[in-house]
C-alpha cells in the first residue's frame, strides 16, 4: 500500500516515514505542508494519505480542507487524519459522504504503534477509525431518530465499533463473549433499518448514523 503523509513537524514527520516502511507500507511522498499537497492526493499510485490537521502557510485546517477537496474528487479515496484538536466542522463535513474509508485520532493518545498502523490498514479498507474523544466531540441527538431505538449497550457497543474496534476488541473491552457482541451489532443494523449488505459496510454505515453526519 501506498501512502501519502502531510505533517509539518519534521521529526514527526520522518518518523511516520519510518514507521510506515517497517510496518510494510511505501510513503510514496512526505511533505511538510500543502505545497504539493493536492496533486500527491490525486496520484493513480497513492492508495491513501496521513494528514496532520493543521499545516502551513496558517496552522489552522489546511490538512483537513485538503483531505475533504480530495474526496470530493476521489469520492471514497482513504483519509487518516492526525491531530492535537477536535475541528468540529471540518470533521463532521469529512465524514458527511457516508462513504467510510476516514480515521481521525487524536496525536497524544495513539499509544501503540502496531495498532495505528492496524488503522491505517482498515482506513484503506474502506472502514471508519475514530478517536473516542471525536465521537464524543461529533455526536448529536435529536429525537424521534433510529438510534433512540438501541439499547444503552447496543450505544456501547456502537461506539466502540467507530473506534474501529474488532467484535473480539469489543467483546474484551465489554467483558462479554464475541457471540453476544454479534448478536448486539445484528440488533443495531435491525434497529437503525440498514439493507442487507456487507457486514463491514452496514458497520460503517452504522457509525455514521450514529454520529449523524
Known amino acids: 500500500m501506498r501512502v501519502v503523509v502531510a505533517e509539518d513537524h519534521a521529526l514527526l514527520r520522518d518518523g511516520l516515514t519510518r ?8 510513503v510514496a511522498e512526505a511533505l511538510d505542508g500543502t505545497t504539493g499537497l493536492p496533486e500527491a492526493l490525486q496520484r493513480n499510485d497513492v492508495d491513501a494519505a496521513i494528514l496532520d490537521v493543521r499545516l502551513p ?5 489546511e490538512g483537513l480542507r485538503a483531505a475533504i477537496e480530495a474526496r470530493r474528487t476521489r469520492p471514497g479515496f482513504p483519509v487518516m487524519v492526525l491531530s492535537q484538536y477536535v475541528e468540529h466542522l471540518y470533521a463532521r463535513e469529512l465524514l458527511a459522504s457516508g462513504e467510510g474509508a476516514v ?3 487524536l496525536k ?8 495505528f498502523v492496524d488503522s491505517v490498514r482498515r482506513v484503506a479498507a ?4 475514530l478517536d473516542p474523544e471525536v465521537v464524543a466531540a461529533l455526536m448529536h441527538r435529536r429525537g424521534d ?13 456502537l461506539g466502540l465499533m467507530a473506534e474501529g474496534r474488532s467484535n473480539a476488541a469489543i467483546g474484551h473491552a465489554l467483558f462479554v463473549t464475541e457471540k453476544a457482541v454479534a448478536k448486539h451489532i445484528n440488533s443495531i443494523f435491525t434497529k437503525l433499518d440498514l ?4 457486514d463491514d459496510n452496514r458497520r460503517v454505515l452504522a457509525v455514521l448514523a450514529w454520529l449523524k453526519v
Open 108 to 115: 497524544d493518545r495513539v499509544a501503540d504503534a502496531g495498532e
Open 145 to 157: 431518530e433510529p438510534v433512540d431505538r438501541l439499547t444503552e449497550r447496543e450505544r456501547e457497543v
Open 195 to 198: 439493507p442487507v449488505d456487507v
Open 57 to 61: 502557510p496558517s496552522f489552522t485546517d
Open 126 to 129: 474502506g472502514g471508519t477509525v
Open 103 to 105: 480515521g481521525y485520532l
Open 19 to 26: 514507521l510506515l516502511t517497517a510496518y510494510g507500507l511505501e
